[in-house]
């Protein structure tokens, strides 16, 4: 009995932390753009320059910065449900591949985006997190990971056209680094299966 009391303990410890780190990130997205309103949109200047040396800082600002109300919107959901699903096995995944998409998702952006272009969002890194949940299957083929990975593919697999050129001032660039950011996280975080010889 105190055994299954322990693990529920420790499961409702779990799913508060990941409320807390979610609702943390969120709240402060929210409150940035809440606050560049109130300055009429003065904090979009730090988000990423390509190939210029001050935009570098872009990478670590871009994803807390938006153009709109509308457009932190339409990144706030996907970016729980996917950051949810993303801690879903270990909460401990969840700062290793928002670092590794974040940073490829930017890199990426910096160095091929259009010149005299500024990016902002949190999209990059849902489109990270979403490329991570899809390949993690193929690296580690696990039943759970295989599972996930058609499940994430089946409700959010149309995102996936976000990382071809389409709608104007859309930064494709930064949703397909960010997916291949989430590749390469799946490929260095998962654990594949041992072989028994």
Do not use: C
Not at 24 to 46: H, P, T
């Amino acid at each position: 009995m105190s055994q299954s009391r322990n693990e529920i303990k420790g499961l409702v410890g779990e799913v508060r932390s990941q409320v807390g780190i979610l609702a943390g990130l969120v709240g402060l997205m929210w409150a940035i753009e809440i606050l560049d309103l109130f300055l009429g949109g003065a904090l979009n200047q730090f988000g990423i320059r390509p190939r210029s040396v001050v935009g570098l800082r872009g990478i670590l600002f871009a994803p807390f910065l938006h153009g709109s109300l509308f457009h932190l919107m339409a990144n706030t959901v996907p970016f729980i449900i996917l950051g949810w699903l993303v801690m879903l096995r270990r909460t401990s995944d969840f700062w290793p591949v928002t670092i590794i998409v974040t940073l490829v998702a930017g890199l990426g952006t910096w160095l091929f985006a259009p010149s005299l272009t500024v990016h902002i969002g949190a999209s990059g890194v849902v489109f990270g997190y979403l490329g991570f949940l899809i390949s993690r299957g193929y690296f580690e083929r696990s039943f759970g990971a295989i599972a996930l990975s058609l499940v994430v593919g089946l409700l959010y697999g149309g995102m996936i056209w976000g990382v071809l050129p389409g709608q104007l001032g859309i930064s494709w660039q930064g949703h397909l680094f960010g997916f291949l950011g989430g590749i390469l996280a799946a490929q260095l975080l998962s654990e594949p299966r041992r072989r028994v010889s």
